[in-house]
């Protein structure tokens, strides 16, 4: 699913973005890498609410069959499903980035369908997104690209260039660089960057954003399966630490156990298995490719 220009970050999320006062910033990075205590988490409105969604695409094909389900604030929930099961047009359609022909999409706080184009910009700024193509700048530095995050909160395009942007904006940026281990190769060139190393980097964009919530469509489909499993435990340790909501797509069952708290089962656009990750296993979610 296409949803970012070549700099890796979504354009909507960073046209005519509002500008902020850094020092004044809302959300203070610092509040960010404290995980929110349990019972505040319990007590705010659930991150995503998602009730009766429906969408075709021709008059023939339902590839969302009225979809209802809850992600509380600081969960982590994996969709699975075979190919053409409506993962990625749900994930999708709860981000507005398609239009669902009926039910409705309640996004931290906030009605999606009732959102103007401005304030839809604004909303998905507060949300990271992790893809399988990394969209890093090939010729720009590591430490660049990431610095490409701060894009929705900065004034102009002077996180563009990391001679542009302010010292406290490439301070943080390195920090989220030395949070996926890769604060030594802030100054190499995204091309040079291994796959893995890749996806660090597009992590640590993604977090750059300072976001409440994390949208990832097959985080680690495009590595190697060693690669793999050291991206995902990473990104998903992260996500813990950070104290957000993750939601992500994932083919490889074994992750969806491992890095879930719960695991949500697709099939022809409807729910058919929606269980805490503890409870399942690989054969159990298999059964339900047959």
């Given amino acids: ?30 509040s960010q890498a404290a995980i929110m205590p349990v019972n ?8 995503l609410v998602v009730r009766g969604l429906r969408k075709s695409f021709d008059k023939t094909t339902r590839v969302l069959d009225g979809v209802d389900f809850t992600v509380p604030a600081g969960q982590s929930v994996a969709l699975i499903g075979a190919n053409g099961a409506g993962k990625s047009t749900l ?48 010729r720009l530095s590591a430490l660049t690209n990431v610095l490409h ?3 929705p909160r900065s004034a102009l395009a002077r996180p563009w260039f990391q001679s542009c942007a302010p010292k406290s904006l490439r301070d943080e940026a390195l920090a989220c660089l030395e949070r996926v281990g890769l ?17 660090r980097v597009a992590i640590a ?37 950070e104290g957000l909501t993750l939601l992500f797509t994932s083919h490889d069952l074994s992750h969806a156990i491992a ?26 979610l298999r059964a339900l490719y047959d």
Avoid: W
Wanted: proline letters at 5%; aromatic letters at 4%.
């Fill in 205 to 241: 964009r993604a977090l750059m954003q300072r976001p409440r919530l994390m949208v990832a469509d097959e985080p680690v489909a495009s590595l190697d399966p060693s690669s793999g499993e050291e991206v995902m435990r990473l990104f998903a340790d992260l996500i813990r630490r």
């Fill in 91 to 138: 994930l999708r359609s709860c981000l507005r980035l398609i239009e669902p022909d009926a039910g409705d999409v309640r996004l931290l706080g906030r009605d999606m369908r009732s959102l103007k184009a401005r304030e839809l910009r604004e909303l998905r700024a507060e949300i990271g997104f992790v893809f399988q193509k990394h969209n890093l700048v090939p």
């Fill in 149 to 151: 995050g701060a894009l």
């Fill in 40 to 47: 505040e988490k319990a007590a705010r409105e659930p991150d």
């Fill in 1 to 30: 699913m296409t949803m970012e220009p070549a700099s890796g970050v979504p354009l909507a999320m960073f046209r005519d973005a509002t500008s902020l006062d850094e020092a004044g910033a809302s959300r203070a990075f610092a």
């Fill in 259 to 284: 890095y879930a708290d719960r695991v949500i089962a697709l099939r022809r656009g409807s729910i058919v298995l929606d269980a805490p990750s503890s409870e399942l296993n690989v054969a159990t």
């Fill in 183 to 199: 604060g030594h190769v802030a100054a190499r060139r995204a091309d040079k960057l291994s796959g893995g190393q890749s996806q």
